[in-house]
């Protein structure tokens, strides 16, 4: 599957389009979910992965909470922004998930997945890939996610406030509390700030190549007269 966004248009007219584009979540309360299992969650991580990395709309079978699911969209958004903004195209896109920990608690049972991708961009003459270790939280009692956190990702870090996520992600099985999710609002606030970021970066990446052609091209010799 090839994912291509425009980028000749106005930004703000940009980011509408990219916005409206990105994955769209299903909410728990818009379909029949099966209900919690392993073999669902494994089938919804590698979904979720696909509508982050290519803005596809795959439907959940779990039931996740508000904050999970805003969580969810905003990292899609984010994601198809960075795409766009530096013309990332993937072709091939394969991914996975499979258990490698479970952590039984009083009213949660915490999951640590791993996440592993393969795709290829475009133009490049070899295969990329990544492997991500993923917290999940499920309420035992009516089998909704509550909690979800992707290690050394820099979205999750910014909604979690963190720069250290592999000790982050070690520190949240290992607590009594049953998520670190922040609340829908925060969550949006820090979106707007982490766009903020993301756009400010670009602008100042493509100040420093303008300055590099203008300094490359002032060194040009000049041509005999």
């Given at each position: ?16 389009i990219i916005f409206s584009q990105c994955a769209v ?25 696909r509508n982050i990395e290519l803005g596809e709309n ?168």
């Open positions: 599957m090839k994912i291509k966004r425009k980028t000749a248009l106005p930004l703000l007219v940009a980011l509408l979540f299903v909410s728990a309360d818009d379909v029949k979910h099966t209900g919690f299992s392993k073999e669902n969650l494994q089938e919804d991580l590698a979904n979720i992965y795959n439907e959940l079978k779990c039931k996740y909470s508000e904050d999970v699911m805003t969580y969810l969209e905003n990292k899609a958004m984010t994601s198809g922004l960075v795409n766009d903004l530096y013309d990332i195209e993937m072709l091939d896109f394969d991914v996975n998930a499979r258990e490698i920990e479970e952590d039984d608690e009083t009213t949660v049972t915490k999951f640590i997945y791993c996440v592993e991708a393969t795709f290829r961009y475009v133009g490049a003459s070899e295969d990329s890939g990544y492997a991500a270790e993923v917290m999940v939280a499920v309420n035992k009692d009516n089998g909704e996610i509550v909690d979800i956190f992707e290690s050394m990702n820099a979205f999750d870090e910014a909604i979690r406030d963190t720069t250290d996520s592999t000790q982050y992600i070690r520190k949240m099985v290992s607590s009594d509390a049953d998520t670190t999710m922040p609340d829908k609002s925060s969550i949006l606030e820090t979106t707007d700030k982490y766009v903020s970021d993301v756009l400010k970066q670009k602008r100042k990446n493509d100040v420093n190549i303008d300055d590099v052609k203008e300094t490359t091209s002032s060194a040009q010799p000049r041509a005999a007269t």
